[in-house]
């Protein structure tokens, strides 16, 4: 048996070494309350209306009439109908059979690339580490676009030769640096993936941070639908981290060498994954209503306002920002010459908060730190 020696990989060990260093500290220090601005996974509880929405759906397995075996493996219609409706409010046409519920964009993103063979990815560097670590796991050859002051933090194809097709990495809002592309930036790179016949992988897992003009969605833009993936999640818009919800739509018009995308997902979901459950879908389409929205916006506003504060916070420190209002993070400039982990270990001791060392998230993250405003007011006004 010949295994994949590619697990064998030096993984970028950053986010583990973060929690030894801050057990290590609280175990040194017992009577210090630690601020954890790290962790990007949300904190604040579900609102009631939510939780009973689901708690209610799942009730029904309790009664023999109302019971249910396995879900539809791609979602449940009702689901889907209510996704295809957010597009329809953002002027996007979105068949139900081009929507995939699955249990998170995490899993999709990675697992999309079973339908490749061989391929170039291109990925932002920093960005979101799954993207490096699957494409890594699957022998593919690896093209980083660095993102820096001079680039706006912005990838773009420029720097791509035209005779070839990559599979392309586009997360906007971008984990960690909070970069947006803009409508005229993500058309660029429909062009030049239709150009090269690339396929483009759009994760917009915190679209509902965005709050200017910048697109929500990659097939607001003509043509995309011939080029496109798009991954969504419910975790940071709706709390379902824990819960686990998301979904990829892969469009009918995406052909490559005479084969539907859309027809390869379906398989592929079909054999490898066995769907989300029934309740967790009821909970998903509930926060997709206006009463819904209405609702998860207040925990988007909550973080939202902890970005502001922890920028003026930090500001006062010397840290200079990049323009990241669409995003539940702040990417920080280190204000001297000290690098990420020094300056980790300097605000762990001094200040006694727990940031992410940009290097977590590639080599262009040197020199930078990220905060993550998915934490407790009372954490961030204590710092
Ligand atoms: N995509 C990005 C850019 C993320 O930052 C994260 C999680 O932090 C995910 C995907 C994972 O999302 P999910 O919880 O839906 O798996």
Redesign the pocket.
């Known amino acids: 048996m010949k295994l994949n020696k590619n697990y064998e990989f030096k993984k970028n060990y950053v986010f583990t070494e973060v929690s030894e260093k801050v057990a290590k500290f609280k175990q040194q220090n017992k009577d210090i309350k630690v601020y954890n601005l790290g962790i ?1 996974d949300v904190t604040r509880e579900m609102d009631k209306k939510l939780v009973e929405v689901m708690v209610n759906s799942l009730k029904r397995q309790e009664n023999p009439k109302t019971f249910l075996g396995y879900p539809p493996e791609t979602g449940y219609d009702f689901l889907k109908q209510a996704i295809k409706k957010n597009y329809n409010d953002m002027n996007i046409n979105i068949d139900t059979d081009e929507i995939f519920v699955s249990n ?4 999709d ?1 990675t697992n999309i690339l079973s339908l490749f063979d061989e391929q170039t990815a291109v990925i932002a560097d920093p960005t ?1 580490p ?1 993207y490096f670590d699957s494409n890594f796991l699957v022998g593919n050859k690896i093209i980083l676009l660095p993102l820096n002051k001079e680039n706006n933090y912005k990838m773009s194809p420029n720097a791509l030769k035209k005779d070839k097709s990559y599979l392309i990495y586009i ?1 906007s809002p971008n ?1 960690p640096t909070g970069a947006t592309l803009s409508k005229e930036e993500l058309k660029q790179w429909v062009d030049f993936a239709n150009q090269t016949q690339s396929i483009i992988l759009f ?1 917009n ?2 679209q509902s941070f965005i709050v200017d003009d910048c697109p929500k969605s990659i097939y607001c833009t003509d043509d995309a639908k011939k080029c496109a993936i798009e991954i969504s ?1 419910f ?1 940071k818009s709706a709390g379902l ?1 824990n819960l686990r919800c ?1 979904y990829t739509v892969v469009p009918k018009l995406l052909t490559r060498q005479n084969q539907m995308l859309n027809k390869m997902w379906f398989i592929h979901q079909c054999t490898f994954f066995n769907g989300v459950p029934y309740h967790i879908q009821k909970g998903a389409e509930f926060a997709l209503s206006k009463e819904g929205q209405k609702i998860c916006q207040k925990n988007i506003n909550y973080y939202r306002q902890n970005v502001k504060i922890l920028k003026n916070k930090l500001a006062k420190l010397g840290f200079s920002f990049i323009g990241n209002t669409n995003s539940p993070y702040v990417w920080a400039k280190i204000p001297n010459q000290m690098t990420s982990w020094k300056y980790f270990d300097y605000l762990l001791n001094t200040y006694h908060v727990v940031c992410v060392p940009g290097c977590a998230f590639g080599e262009n993250g040197e020199g930078y730190v990220r905060f993550s405003a998915f934490a407790k007011r009372s954490d961030i006004l204590a710092f």
């Open positions: 990007g998170g964009a995490g899993c993103v979101y799954a997360c984990n994760d897992a915190y999640s975790s981290t998301g």
